[in-house]
């Protein structure tokens, strides 16, 4: 077997954990912003959005005969056009661990050590995303499927308020109307965001494009029922008039259930998320490091590389320590740029790919005549 390659299964997990991440506690929250209680058909309009672009992705690899994602930007972009495009690609995955990190700091200082420095949590956190994350692929994707069964929990947990659910808090649906619903649908695909690491995965994972164009299926639509599911359950618990001032509500929902055992199910709830977040921040890290590889071919910079990387994720944590404000402005400007990058440019090297595969396939045509 291929050591460089990972199997179907553990695709199917990497592209789960990947999505699955920060943004489900604040999902509900966001998405009531702009679609009220329909939110949950905005995350159905994402997902299927979503859906579109991975069948892009498939498409624009089968075009290239499977080429690296990288290559392929240099191939139809250029050398150094190419590899200006690689670097913004280096940046916005640093942008986006940061902002992983910065968040998760911030949520464990909220619920769980607020009288710890969080740059002490941020440590901890990133030099073990930093240990795992510069292993390679397949290594992180058997530790990706080893966590998976947690995703269940994280599910089954916020099901203990169908108890106190009142389904009229839903009606009338579609109140919001069709313009909302739409707006809300991209900030649901922001929330979602993690299949981009499909670039970078579908080459080097076994299967025909067919089978993992399955794969792909079925991920999407366990996690966008599941996201589904859960906004649903918390705006069946809380009303309109308490869901839109409360930015977690689903650890809000879990606080407020306690049994004889287990006082604080939140707690076990937001220890279970540090391994999923962990996860999600691993394989970004990846991805970091697999531009930067790009980049810098030579492997003996590789270390010093990801010790960089590491230090420079606790530093912007240091600098951004307890300030809300900035980090809702980072948060903002990163998912706002980050369309680009999984949509943009892979978009534009699928136009691209499939006017040049046309153009060969008409050459050939006038050939054979």
Same mark, same amino acid.
């Given at each position: ?33 702009? %679609? ?36 392929? *930007? ?18 916005? #995955? ?45 290594? *992180? ?10 995703? *269940? ?46 670039? #970078? ?12 164009? !399955?794969?792909?299926?079925? %991920? ?5 029922? %599941? ?15 308490? *869901? ?12 407020? !259930? ?52 590491? !230090? ?11 300030? %809300? ?31 040049? #595969? ?12």
């Amino acid at each position: 077997m291929n050591t460089n390659k990972i199997s179907k299964h553990q695709l199917f997990f990497l592209i789960i954990q990947s999505q699955v991440g920060i943004g489900i506690l604040g999902l509900p929250y966001q998405v009531f912003q702009k %679609s009220k209680t329909d939110g949950w058909i905005s995350i159905l309009i994402a997902g299927a959005l979503i859906q579109v672009i991975m069948f892009i992705y498939i498409y624009l690899f089968k075009l290239n005969k499977n080429q690296l994602f990288f290559n392929i *930007i240099v191939k139809y972009f250029g050398k150094w056009i190419g590899k200006c495009v690689v670097v913004l690609y280096f940046i916005y #995955f640093f942008g986006i661990s940061a902002l992983i990190s910065m968040l998760f700091v911030e949520i464990i200082d909220i619920w769980i050590l607020p009288v710890t420095p969080n740059w002490i949590v941020g440590i901890m956190f990133v030099y073990l995303a930093l240990m795992l994350g510069s292993d390679s692929i397949r290594t *992180i994707a058997r530790f990706n499927v080893l966590i998976s069964p947690l995703l *269940i929990l994280i599910i089954v947990m916020p099901a203990l308020a169908l108890k106190e659910a009142h389904i009229l808090y839903l009606l009338p649906i579609g109140q919001s109307g069709i313009k909302n619903i739409i707006l809300g649908s991209k900030d649901a695909l922001l929330a979602m965001l993690g299949f981009e690491i499909l670039l #970078f995965i579908l080459p080097i994972s076994m299967g025909s494009m067919n089978k993992k164009a !399955f794969i792909l299926m079925l %991920s999407n639509l366990i996690l966008t029922s %599941s996201y589904c599911i859960l906004v649903l359950i918390t705006y069946m618990y809380f009303s309109p008039d308490e *869901i839109k001032i409360v930015p977690q509500p689903l650890l809000y929902v879990l606080r407020s !259930f306690s049994f004889k055992i287990i006082e604080r199910v939140d707690l076990i709830f937001l220890t279970i998320w540090v391994m999923i977040v962990y996860t999600s921040l691993v394989n970004y890290f990846y991805l970091m490091m697999n531009a930067g590889k790009y980049l810098i071919p030579k492997k003996k910079y590789h270390r010093s590389l990801s010790v960089f990387l590491g !230090f420079s994720l606790v530093l912007v944590d240091y600098l951004i320590d307890d300030n %809300s404000f900035k980090l809702a402005k980072i948060a903002e400007h990163i998912t706002n740029t980050s369309f680009i990058f999984f949509f943009v440019i892979p978009t534009l090297l699928f136009i691209i790919s499939l006017v040049v #595969f046309l153009f060969n396939k008409g050459k050939s045509n006038e050939k054979n005549l």
